[in-house]
């Protein structure tokens, strides 16, 4: 079957960093998504990652092995407003988007 | 950037009624859209896909006769919930592709909150 790991929930201080990591297991792959989503709001795309290696935006990066099956999001420079569920998605053999539980990343001041 | 927008953001019905969702790509065509369902702390769930022009292609298990899809432009796509009920209560979510290749990202839209009483 296809499953996509992440921690339930992962907490962090201001101005710290964080690294949310992402295990996957799918039928083919055609990228992975990296998603925030604050309670109650839709989902904001965050990245996407299709080769392995490091994609860096800003204070947000995603890192990929695809021998691995393996994801982090890195945080830096942590804000409240980053207080949000981070969800981790993988795009399979079909281009269908299977999507991990979310990792609810709480900061703390 | 590509804005997905949907209507209404909050709906409250009773048990029985049907409630209409609608989901637009503001800036950008879209060719495909999805739809999808999350119930309290937990993901997405995919109901269903759906190209303009032709019939949504549902997910298993979702019922296509209870969820009335219609694509009917590159801009609109709507979500007929019919006969309510509290078990259909949730937070559903549309997202559209600006173009048709597949690995393009998927916007989402600010999501409907539908409870049922």
């Known amino acids: 079957g296809q499953n996509i790991d992440q921690p339930t929930e992962m907490t962090a201080t201001e101005g710290a960093i964080v690294q949310i990591n992402c295990t996957y297991q799918?039928?083919?792959?055609?990228?992975l998504f990296w998603y925030q989503q604050h309670a109650g709001e839709a989902p904001t795309f965050l990245s996407y990652?299709?080769l392995d290696g490091l994609e860096e935006k800003g204070r947000f990066s995603s890192f990929l092995s695809r021998s691995k099956g393996y994801s982090y999001l890195l945080l830096k420079e942590l804000q409240m407003k980053d207080s949000a569920s981070y969800l981790c998605?993988?795009?399979?053999?079909?281009?269908?988007?299977?999507w991990g539980a979310g990792t609810k990343l709480i900061i703390k001041p | 950037g590509a804005v997905v927008s949907q209507h209404p953001s909050w709906v409250i019905c009773k048990s029985g009624t049907s409630v209409k969702i609608e989901c637009r790509s503001l800036?950008?065509?879209?060719?495909?859209m999805f739809w999808y369902r999350q119930f309290p702390k937990q993901s997405l769930m995919l109901m269903a896909t759906?190209?303009?022009?032709?019939?949504?292609?549902?997910e298993q298990g979702v019922e296509k006769d209870k969820f009335l899809i219609n694509h009917a432009s590159l801009t609109l796509s709507t979500l007929t919930v019919t006969s309510a009920h509290p078990e259909d209560s949730s937070f559903y979510i549309c997202?559209?592709?600006?173009?048709?290749?597949?690995?393009?990202?998927?916007?989402f839209g600010p999501g409907t909150r539908l409870t049922v009483l």
């Open positions: 997202s559209a592709k600006t173009s048709g290749r597949a690995t393009d990202t998927q916007y």
């Open positions: 799918t039928s083919g792959f055609n990228g």
């Open positions: 998605a993988v795009m399979d053999s079909n281009y269908q988007l299977i």
């Open positions: 800036d950008f065509q879209a060719t495909t």
């Open positions: 759906s190209n303009e022009g032709s019939k949504a292609t549902y």
């Open positions: 990652n299709v």
